[in-house]
């Protein structure tokens, strides 16, 4: 059961991101973010009252999912859109989707696990898929190399906010709970981003960009509500690399419906391809 909802987060999460791309045509990466978190946690806290008593509020294992929606969706939602906003989807999401890479790495140093030599390879299949992705041909138009650190830094995030969920969820084995938490936690901190970017001045949203995000917001609640649900009843190893195989299907999208927006080279398939490769590898490891 853990697989299939891990497979449900990563369908939901391809398609959103399909979405979002449309949406930032006309908006920007910071626009997309609050109507993702604003949509997602309005649901979350609306349902929560009728599967949730209130006083599960109040447990000890709450300040994991507090922590963990500092660093995702808040963190690592905001870079993933400015990744794909500034470098294109096809780039953006599979750097993005290395979060386990960093789970791993935290779990060696911190939790004293082994770096064995399919960590090795894996960590490595990613450095040369980034290499890849890093050195193809603009999607449409120019871009920074540098701004390749977006979507690195969005997985970061994601690692770590992974770690501090599945923790959280071996005391409150209640995913909508930790769910509405994590977002919840993640809205307000964006918000606090938005006061510093200029407030409201810093957001895009029009008729031609409104659509497209809220439509991709309610997906991205479902992927969301996935990943706990997947957390909750499977381990790590076995729910992330699902998850993070959700690019590949984000270029089979992207090469149906983006045709317009973004060229997908022979280069950028093989860069996703290799990058998905080693996390799975690192992700896989027992």
Not at 43 to 57: E, T
Not at 100 to 128: R, Y
């Amino acid at each position: 059961m853990a697989e299939y909802f891990a497979f449900q987060a990563a369908l939901c999460f391809s398609v959103a991101h399909i979405l979002v791309r449309r949406g930032l045509v006309n908006s920007n990466a910071l626009t997309g973010s609050v109507v993702s978190l604003a949509t997602s946690a309005a649901a979350f806290w609306m349902l929560l009252p009728f599967f949730v008593p209130l006083s599960a509020l109040w447990a000890p294992a709450i300040g994991y999912f507090i922590a963990a929606g500092f660093f995702a969706p808040a963190i690592g939602q905001t870079l993933g859109y400015l990744g794909i906003e500034r470098i294109g989807i096809a780039r953006s999401t599979p750097i993005v989707n290395s979060a386990p890479i960093f789970s791993s790495l935290l779990a060696v140093f911190f939790l004293g696990e082994v770096w064995v030599l399919q960590n090795i390879i894996g960590t490595g299949l990613v450095i040369i898929g980034v290499i890849i992705l890093s050195s193809s041909k603009p999607a449409n138009g120019q871009w920074r190399k540098l701004d390749i650190i977006y979507p690195i830094l969005g997985a970061l995030a994601f690692g770590i906010s992974t770690t501090l969920r599945k923790t959280g969820l071996m005391t409150v084995q209640i995913p909508i709970l930790a769910a509405a938490v994590t977002v919840g936690t993640a809205f307000l901190v964006l918000l606090a981003i938005i006061q510093m970017r200029g407030g409201r001045q810093a957001l895009k949203l029009n008729r031609q960009s409104s659509g497209w995000l809220f439509t991709a917001a309610v997906v991205n609640t479902g992927a969301i509500l996935s990943v706990f649900s997947a957390l909750n009843i499977g381990n790590v190893v076995k729910v992330e690399p699902l998850i993070a195989c959700n690019p590949l299907l984000t270029i089979v999208w992207a090469g149906i419906f983006l045709k317009e927006i973004e060229r997908l080279s022979a280069r950028t398939v093989v860069g996703a391809l290799v990058t998905v490769t080693g996390t799975i590898l690192v992700a896989t490891v027992r």
